[in-house]
């Protein structure tokens, strides 16, 4: 994967200006900071010196935590779980909890590194997620297989830093499992 797709970051730059980065590039237009840091360096510092390593990984000059960009492919979890979503919607459900799914895995929630389901806010602070997903337009056009998305998503830190080139359908995330999508649609 030697090419990123254009993809809006959310940050100042117009997403044509994005268009045929390499990753190296790419994080180069990661957002800025000047906040100083424990032996005088400055957050920009830092981050320009962990930018080179981040596709291998690397430990955080500031925090000591490893510092990486994975890149995570769109399963067949994440495609039964989107499909899962669409089914609780059309039964008139718009906020669907997640436990209630039946499978296990923690794969689904790297949906949302696609915008093919998002999550719930939480209200408790002392909570990182509320539990409560609802399928996207986007993922429901994917679900129904209108519509590719990429293959594999960049995720840093839990954002979307990126998409692959390569795109997929429905079927093909199914394809990856053992899954039949007319079975799991309910047409069979």
């Known amino acids: 994967m030697s090419k990123i797709k254009k993809v809006p970051f959310r940050g100042d ?7 045929d980065l390499t990753p190296s590039e790419y994080l180069s237009v990661l957002p800025n900071s000047s906040v100083a840091v424990d032996g005088g360096c400055s957050i920009d510092v830092a981050r320009d010196a962990l930018r080179l390593e981040l596709m291998e990984g690397a430990s955080c000059p500031c925090c000591g935590d490893l510092t ?3 890149w995570r492919n769109l399963s067949s979890v ?3 779980f989107l499909i899962w979503l669409y ?11 997640c436990r209630e799914a039946p499978f296990r895995g ?11 389901a ?7 602070a002392a909570k990182r997620t509320s539990g409560y ?3 996207t337009v986007v993922g429901e056009q994917f679900v129904l297989n209108r519509l590719v998305v990429a293959k594999y998503a960049a995720s840093f830190r839990g954002q979307n830093v990126g998409l692959s080139v390569e795109e997929l359908n429905i079927l093909g995330a199914l394809s ?5 999508y007319e079975e799991l649609m309910g047409k069979r």
Request: net charge neutral; no cysteine; proline share 2%.
């Open 13 to 19: 730059y117009a997403p044509n200006e994005l268009a």
């Open 68 to 70: 990486k960009i994975y």
């Open 78 to 80: 994440m495609a039964r």
């Open 87 to 97: 089914k609780n919607h059309q039964a008139g459900h718009e906020w669907v909890y």
């Open 106 to 116: 923690g794969d689904y929630a790297k949906v949302g590194l696609w915008d093919l």
């Open 118 to 124: 998002v999550k719930q806010g939480e209200t408790d």
């Open 133 to 135: 997903w609802r399928l």
């Open 176 to 180: 990856s499992g053992s899954f039949n």
